[in-house]
């Protein structure tokens, strides 16, 4: 608890607070876009684009504006961690692990 309290002193919060609120009217404008040309859009996308927004700038300091480039190296990295696939190496060793454990029994 020590180690985390001063990242959510209040001067710190105040400060995440801009940067929040600039996302914020990033993704209204965004909205207000699609809405004023009939464009159908993905909401998962646009939220998923404001949420790494907010993280990237007030963890890391890091200006991604993934809503307007999905292309940013960080926003690709995200999506392929966050990928689920029962083919990937990952899940495949983790379930023969799991199985040789239950075997040993």
């Not at 996302?23 to 998923?48: H, I, Y």
């Not at 890391?60 to 696939?85: I, Q, T, Y």
Request: hydrophobic content about 45%.
């Amino acid at each position: 608890r020590s180690a985390i309290t001063p990242t959510f002193s209040s001067g710190k919060l105040k400060q995440m607070t801009v940067h929040i609120e600039r996302c914020a009217d990033m993704l209204v404008s965004r909205l207000a876009e699609n809405e004023s040309t009939g464009t159908v859009f993905n909401v998962k996308e646009l939220a998923g684009g404001y949420t790494m927004d907010v993280i990237s700038g007030t963890a890391f300091g890091v200006d991604v504006d993934s809503m307007n480039n999905p292309d940013h190296p960080l926003v690709k990295s995200a999506k392929a961690f966050f990928e689920f696939s029962l083919f990937n190496p990952l899940i495949v060793m983790l379930c023969e692990y799991v199985f040789i454990i239950s075997q040993m029994r």
